[in-house]
DNA sequence: CAGTATCCTTTACGATACTG
DNA sequence: CAGTATCGTAAAGGATACTG
């Protein structure tokens, strides 16, 4: 799509960051992360329930933007830890704020949820 | 996939939240409508750059999970006017943070990207 | 253990055309 | 103006099998 005729240019720093982390596994492995401090690649895996693909793409995606490190030892079988770096700190806190605020409404957009939906019954 | 072996319930609540609001238009339509205030249909179309049928899923379910209103008035052609709800108003409290880091740290994001890439070229 | 490679399905999304 | 309907493409993501 052309880039033409919209919004300004925080606009679209805004979708740059959604398309960084707006996926479905970037925000959770860095809350994950930021609540544990280090963790194993299927520790994460096991913890967070996603693919081994997804969680290997996703960590490489972290790493490249700087959010994460990775840091794998030389053992038999291998042990690859990952951590966030200053900056993945940072946005850790930025998204403390976002995901505090899910757990707090949720249950509020589930009400609207069903007031909506039985709304629409009546249509 | 089975919901097994993972993740705690905060956890799954952020999926929630994600599923939500982790698609590519929903925090854009927030921003927009927290920056402005009151908005049309065609207005927010032109501002974000969002084709027609997008917008209207996206304020569909906004609408839905209580964050927008949507007011139509009997006039012609249509008029119909979105706006956030309360609901609405707190979560835009929520993405500001997460925008205003966004705004903040897009630049180191992209050196760090610069270094990743070059790092592997030598490789 | 920590990945990579391949395949396949689902979903997101835009373009276009049409309607009250 | 504010949508809906239909279509086609591209990206996301899981399942499975394989490797050092």
Same mark, same amino acid.
């Given at each position: ?16 960051? =959604? %398309? ?7 925000? =959770? ?14 520790? =994460? ?16 995606? &972290? ?5 994460? #490190?990775? #840091? ?14 200053? &900056? ?9 704020? =976002? ?6 409404? &949720? ?6 949820? %069903?007031?909506?939906?039985? %709304?629409?019954?009546?249509?």
């Amino acid at each position: 799509m052309k880039d033409i005729g919209h919004c300004t240019t925080s606009c679209d720093r805004i979708k740059d960051v =959604l %398309a960084r982390i707006g996926d479905k596994w970037s925000l =959770l492995v860095i809350i994950a992360l930021k609540g544990t401090g280090v963790m194993r690649f299927n520790e =994460l895996k096991r913890h967070l329930g996603v693919s081994q693909r997804m969680l290997s793409i996703t960590l490489r995606e &972290l790493e490249r933007d700087g959010l994460v #490190t990775r #840091t794998a030892y030389p053992t038999v079988p291998p042990t690859v830890e990952y951590q966030l770096t200053t &900056l993945g700190e940072s946005f850790g806190m930025a998204v403390r704020t =976002l995901s505090q605020w899910a757990i707090d409404n &949720l249950d509020e957009i589930d009400t609207a949820r %069903a007031d909506y939906d039985a %709304a629409q019954q009546n249509a």
